[in-house]
Nanobody, 117 residues
Framework: QVQLVESGGGLVQPGGSLRLSCAAS????????MAWYRQAQGKARELVAS????????NYADFVKGRFAISRDDSRNVVYLQMNVLKDEDTAVYYC??????????WGQGTQVTVSS
């Protein structure tokens, strides 16, 4: 079992920045991949960024390329999502996700990000 706890959400003005954190209960290096998803009200959950743990391949959704960055701190078992130049349409609940070596998915409880002036 892998437990994931997100933090760092909040209210920010357009153009601002936030950094989300996802603390994992197990070693990140023991996992297959980690990712950030988001779900806006009334919309389907969508992938924001993913990180393959072994080869460190990173992928971003087109709508965040150049603005968001996913990173990891293995010493703390934390994955981050640095979000810059935030837009109104980035408002959503952001979820951390992990796949273990058997490709079983795990989800955090989510953290709300609201971009508004």
């Amino acid at each position: 079992q892998v437990q994931l706890v997100e933090s760092g959400g909040g209210l920010v003005q357009p153009g601002g920045s936030l950094r989300l954190s996802c603390a994992a209960s197990s070693s990140i290096s023991s996992l297959y991949a980690m990712a950030w998803y988001r779900q806006a009200q009334g919309k389907a959950r969508e992938l924001v960024a993913s990180l393959h743990v072994y080869d460190e391949i990173i992928n971003y959704a087109d709508f965040v390329k150049g603005r968001f960055a996913i990173s990891r701190d293995d010493s703390r078992n934390v994955v981050y999502l640095q979000m810059n130049v935030l837009k109104d349409e980035d408002t959503a609940v952001y979820y951390c996700s992990a796949l273990d070596r058997w490709l079983k998915p795990y989800w955090g409880q989510g953290t709300q990000v609201t971009v508004s002036s």
